[in-house]
């Protein structure tokens, strides 16, 4: 068990706000981008909550790590962190840890990447830790299903390393909003589309919400992908 203060609280969007942390008894968080933490509030007191969150950030040499969380109603470490918590707290985890990583060889096939809410969170570690150290790979596609252009988590960096890391493409999808420049409908339509028009199989990672893990899952089986070859899952919810 480590322990962790919470530095920083930055309210991305209404739904979504980013937790920073920093480990005191530690030079440098350790970590492979696609990791998770076992987080626990009010150690030690009646009450306490444990959670995995995938980190959202990545290795940089700091001893901080960043948590993107979304606010979901009567969900007890949720309603903790967004009604309770303050600057100066402290957590226990354990981690980083997982096996939700990217391949050894970039450079093997297309990666799609599928997520939706607070799931976004070990692609954007994976992505930066790509664009900063010039990682090569074939082509990498991120998909993102919101609802509104409000909930849009991450966007303007993202679209900066669109813009200068080719071969990457970052694709938001709204799905009760129309918006100029912005995918409609649900997240599946948009990478199935481009499956079902391709002779080979991306890679194709999922997080998220259950529900749309195992709706992904379910496609990509009726068109012949597999797990752990063809498919890998980080699941909350």
């Not at 995995?52 to 790590?65: E, I, K, L, M, P």
């Not at 962190?81 to 600057?87: Q, V």
């Not at 299903?145 to 679209?159: F, N």
């Not at 998220?208 to 063809?230: I, N, Q, T, Y």
Request: hydrophobic share 40%; net charge negative.
């Amino acid at each position: 068990m480590n322990v962790a203060v919470l530095v920083d609280i930055i309210k991305e969007t209404k739904a979504n706000w980013r937790f920073i942390f920093e480990d005191p008894l530690v030079d440098q968080i350790n970590m492979i981008s696609g990791m998770l933490v076992q987080l626990c509030c009010k150690p030690g007191e009646e009450g306490s909550v444990v959670r995995n969150y995938s980190v959202a950030s990545w290795q940089d040499g700091t001893n901080r790590f960043e948590l993107i969380i979304t606010n979901l109603e009567g969900g007890a470490m949720s309603d903790y962190l967004f009604k309770e918590a303050k600057i100066g707290d402290e957590f226990i985890y354990r981690g980083p840890m997982g096996v939700f990583t990217l391949p050894d060889n970039l450079m093997e096939r297309d990666i799609y990447m599928v997520s939706t809410g607070s799931g976004i969170s070990p692609f954007r570690s994976m992505i930066n830790d790509i664009f900063i150290n010039k990682k090569e790979f074939k082509n990498i596609k991120l998909f993102f299903g919101t609802r509104k252009e409000e909930d849009i988590v991450y966007r303007d960096e993202l679209e900066v390393i669109q813009e200068n890391l080719p071969g990457f493409e970052y694709i938001p999808t709204l799905s009760r909003e129309k918006v100029p420049g912005i995918a409609e409908g649900y997240v599946h339509k948009h990478y199935l589309d481009l499956i079902d028009k391709s002779d080979h199989k991306p890679l194709v990672y999922y997080c998220g919400w259950d529900r749309m893990v195992r709706e992904g899952r379910d496609h990509l089986a009726e068109r012949g992908f597999e797990m752990m070859k063809d498919i890998r899952v980080e699941i909350f919810g």
